[in-house]
């Protein structure tokens, strides 16, 4: 048996709301950053950094309302019946999404992890991707993000 619920939400998303925004991603999202070597790349790494939230293809229909919401990103199918809504863009993470939860922090230790996220996007924007030393600064942050200790 369907939950009503859960076809409300599927087919009339509606507009989403700030608060529901925040505490949705504090359950279901996911700041990442990836580091991977790149021989083309200055430093030989390329640095990516990614906002992802991921359900289950039923509730597709809120993906596409949190890409509406901040107006950009993509939703792509993640793995077998999971869709994912991923932010990748350096330009729309640091306009759209940062101040958003800047504006409107998480209230979970996930803001632990979007602070750390937010450093590493700022030192992309000075260049520190581009120089050994930023690199090994990256990956220091990085590597203490989502660790799960304390949740």
């Not at 230790?109 to 602070?115: A, G």
């Amino acid at each position: 048996m369907e939950n009503p619920q859960r076809l409300y939400v599927r087919s009339r998303p509606g507009r989403l709301e700030a608060q529901w925004v925040v505490g949705f991603v504090d359950g279901e999202g996911c700041f990442f950053v990836g580091i991977n070597p790149h021989p083309e790349m200055t430093c030989r790494f390329q640095v990516l950094p990614e906002f992802t939230v991921v359900q289950h293809q039923r509730d597709i229909q809120l993906l596409y309302a949190l890409k509406a919401f901040f107006g950009c990103g993509v939703v792509r199918r993640n793995r077998e019946d999971r869709m994912a809504y991923r932010v990748r863009s350096v330009d729309h993470l640091s306009q759209r999404v940062v101040p958003f939860f800047d504006e409107h922090p998480l209230k979970s230790k996930k803001r632990i992890d979007f602070f750390k996220f937010r450093r590493i996007l700022q030192l992309m924007m000075q260049g520190e991707h581009l120089k050994a030393e930023g690199i090994e600064r990256i990956r220091e942050i990085a590597s203490s993000m989502n660790t799960g200790r304390g949740r």
